[in-house]
């Protein structure tokens, strides 16, 4: 029995380039989204997920009752980030999440890199989690495409077509749990 493996060049080839245009637009972000700094929240504020408390921040009509409230770096850095000696405790992400509607998985695997840069806020802490998405959810469209078609060039088209749209651009780039989601 050969259990040796054809390597795909042309599906490596397709993935790497796809990386490399995800890198860059991820480079290029310079500001966040609300949602993705709530991303960093859920998974890593031990004070809870609102940026007030009793104050449900994710409700527009009650913005207005942030007004007037006065925060400083120190609090944003502390809704964000882990603090030191905090890391890999996952039981605030469970209370963080009582009132979303997201799976916890994506924010046990931030909170998990976040551990490891404990005080530190920087979207390439997100990066690495969206781009082992991206690369499972490419290979699995692969798979299954090839059920559908008995043409390779056909498989591929299907990971050229998703993996540089602008839906899968977004989703990698964009620090939320979307890219772990359709992986």
Not at 100 to 120: D, N
Not at 127 to 132: A, D, G, R, T
Request: aromatic fraction near 22%; proline fraction near 3%.
């Amino acid at each position: 029995m050969n259990f040796r493996h054809k390597i795909d060049y042309k599906l490596i080839f397709i993935v790497l380039v796809n990386l490399c245009l995800i890198t860059f637009y991820f480079y290029q972000k310079t500001d966040f989204h609300g949602d993705e700094i709530f991303s960093f929240a859920h998974a890593n504020s031990r004070q809870g997920p609102y940026l007030a408390d009793g104050i449900d921040s994710f409700q527009e009509d009650r913005h207005h009752l942030l007004y007037g409230h006065t925060f400083t770096s120190a609090f944003f850095n502390d809704y964000v980030t882990v603090k030191s000696g905090h890391g890999f405790d996952y039981e605030p992400i469970i209370s963080n999440l009582a009132a979303g509607v997201h799976p916890p998985f994506y924010y046990f695997i931030l909170h998990t890199v976040s551990s490891f840069v404990p005080e530190t806020f920087s979207k390439w802490t997100a990066f690495p989690i969206n781009l082992v998405a991206f690369i499972f959810l490419i290979f699995f469209l692969y798979k299954i495409s090839r059920f559908v078609f008995e043409d390779k060039n056909l498989c591929y088209l299907c990971v050229i077509l998703f993996g540089f749209s602008l839906a899968a651009l977004n989703m990698a780039v964009f620090i939320r749990s979307y890219m772990l989601q359709a992986m």
